[in-house]
């Protein structure tokens, strides 16, 4: 049987990959074009998506190790001359000191590495700024400056907001010294996770091409369905891999080229005998989301169908932490549709990517929301069930017992506010917690649903009220919610819920199905 190439599970150094025979995928066509096309680049990508790769690429590229690309696109199609490189690379610092002492650890390293002495390492910058002139002046080459994870110590200091600007006014300083020495420079990359505002950390450094969302390099991080099919169609099809499962579990980001897989999901499903789980989202605890979202009281059935414009998605700063934005920047929602507006310029509709981080975000939220509950596999289990059978007594008692199980101080710490978005957020996260695709504030020509819940084989709309004094389900079919989904040939079933403030919890589950 045909056996995947050893994978680079943790692996960032592009020549150990080569050399030691781990599978690559060639992403060396659209590298071909970065480094042809332009000269100071900047991109954002969430976590684990290969950025760590692509640098370590890019330095032995630029270091003329011609011999790393045999056998890939670029390798007979660009003459690798070799010029001087500064890599810089970011760990964790949890103060400006540590941080400082970060950057003064790089600087060496590369000195050390081009063999040329910086005269004062205290001064960052202006050691910096040194060793791109010697660099130039020692290699007669222009310098290439690659930094990744150049937004590290700023968000590993999120809970600590002083250290946070502390931090974001070194690395300002530190970075305006690429743009002031603009002449020996022949290329500059930086990456990290989010992108800030050019009034923030860049605001030296406006001369980078931000290609984020540039479709020309859509697909440079990421695996395409057409790489999954090439590198590893034949070994799930052997071993029998649905592969619109693993579709629906891990594809769906979308940087405006085509929809990829986050690399790691699929390196771990391979390793660990195609079994479906959260890999990437339980690589990391996104403390700070919740973080954010507890300060902005942040609703959360908005997460589906957030509607955004091109300037929120270019505006993250310390002082300005959207939770839409950094959700959008660290992978956890990505870009549903593009929409042009007629004024100009474009709102970006968006909602989260898959399976995965639908269920894994989920579990995180209701942790937030009512708390971590013994029995909430159990609930989650059990609705998936009556959703799948359609059965809707069932649901309806099961959200009674559910909403009845959440502890009294989560009904009055006031993190979600009115009772009515609380309620609206549990349902929301359980909905969610199925797999499922659930639309929050759902728009149709009427008004808007509270939220819809699709399967393969049925529709679900739901209205939401508390101490109504009608029926929600009345509101349903007075305005005719259900029409927008008629044309999909499903059976509808239109759900009203009411809850009863001072009793804490649903006193009214009413439904109808519609043929």
Known sequence: MEKIKKLPIGVQDFKSVREEDYLYIDKTKSIYNLITEGKYYFLSRPRRFGKSLLVSTLKYLFQGEKELFKGLYIYDKYDFPKHPVIHITFGGSRSEERLLKIIRQNLERNSKALEIECPDYEDVAYCFAELMEKAYEKYNQKVVILIDEYDKPILDNIDQMEVAKENRNVLREFYTEIKNNDAYIRFAFLTGVT?????????????LEDITLEPEFGNLLGITQDELERYFGDVFRENNVDLEKVKEWYNGYNFLGDLVYNPFDLLLFAKKRFSFRSYWFSSGTPKFLIDIIDKDNFYIPRLSGIEVDDTILDSFDVERMQPEVVLFQA???????????????????????????????MDVLLDYIEGVREDRVKHQNRITELIDAGDMEGLGKEFEALLAGVPYNYHTHGRIGEYEGYYSSVIYAYLQSTGYPVIGEDVTSRGRIDFTLITKDNIYVFEIKVDANTSPIEQIKEKEYYKKYENQNKPIYIIGINIDSKERNMDRFEWEKIN
Do not use: C, H, Q, W
Not at 195 to 207: D, M, P, R, W
Not at 345 to 358: F, H, S
């Open 195 to 207: 992108k800030f505002s050019k009034a923030g950390i860049f605001s030296g450094l406006n001369n």
């Open 331 to 361: 992978g956890y929602l990505t870009i549903d549709k593009v929409v042009e507006r007629p004024r100009g310029g474009y709102e970006y509709i968006l909602r989260m990517p898959n399976k995965e981080v639908r269920m894994a975000l």
